[in-house]
């Protein structure tokens, strides 16, 4: 086993132990860790969970958008004042479970610093711009896509016409809060939203999508994770 030490005293490492993702079915780690009462095992999100991060991987849907925001409820509830950090790596998905993730972020009291690492595109990226002002952070080699609202009709036509109206509807207000979370104009957005649009970190910077862009974690305590940001810099 490879010990390490906790933020407490406590050791914990991994002893070639997983358990199966419930959503993907992939093999996730376990973290046993010594304590002064014994030994607890944890799965490595869960353990992690603990230092206050939360991870939004893959589609975003119905399902994950339950764990996420029960997470981030739980953390409010443990501490209201603590920053946490959502880590996402993400092709994007369904609206609604997005606005879920989104409406939660906003509606809790911890602040919530978002860190794109791989990709944030469509609904990724738009939890991505949604972080807490200048604690939103892309990894150097992340990719960011931004586009329109897509989705399909069928039936009678004026079923068609009732979910066009409401996919423009959604279009017009996805616009609105990106205008507000990057400071671009309207029009500057309705461009960029009009067909994929893909930034390096580096662009997404720039465009407002992200406050910074970071190679390595700081080393400075006043810029790292000081105010117990999940480890996510400031």
Excluded: W
Excluded at 60 to 76: H, N, Y
Excluded at 216 to 233: I, K, Y
Aim: net charge negative; charged share 25%.
């Amino acid at each position: 086993m490879i010990d390490l030490l906790g933020d407490k005293g406590e050791t914990f490492g991994t002893q070639g132990q997983f358990t199966r993702d419930p959503l993907t079915g992939a093999l996730v780690p376990v973290v046993v860790e010594q304590t002064s009462r014994g030994e607890r095992s944890f799965d490595i999100f869960s353990r992690l969970l603990r230092e206050r991060i939360v991870f939004v991987t893959g589609q975003v849907e119905d399902g994950m958008a339950s764990l996420i925001t029960a997470q981030l409820l739980f953390l409010e509830s443990e501490n209201p004042s603590k920053p946490i950090s959502m880590y996402i790596n993400s092709p994007g998905g369904v609206v609604t479970a997005g606005m879920a993730i989104h409406d939660t972020m906003q509606y809790i009291k911890p602040r919530v610093s978002t860190v794109c690492m791989g990709q944030a595109a469509s609904m990724g990226s738009f939890l991505l711009a949604a972080g807490e002002p200048g604690m939103r952070i892309a990894l150097p080699n992340a990719r960011i896509m931004v586009h329109q609202p897509s989705g399909g009709a069928r039936g009678m036509a004026s079923d068609i016409e009732i979910q066009a109206r409401e996919i423009l509807r959604i279009k017009a207000r996805m616009n609105d809060l990106y205008v507000k979370y990057t400071g671009q104009s309207l029009d500057e957005i309705e461009r960029a939203m009009d067909r994929d649009t893909f930034l390096e970190a580096e662009e997404a910077q720039k465009f407002g999508i992200v406050d910074k862009v970071f190679e390595t974690r700081p080393e400075s305590e006043e810029e790292g994770d000081a105010e117990g940001s999940g480890g996510a810099p400031e």
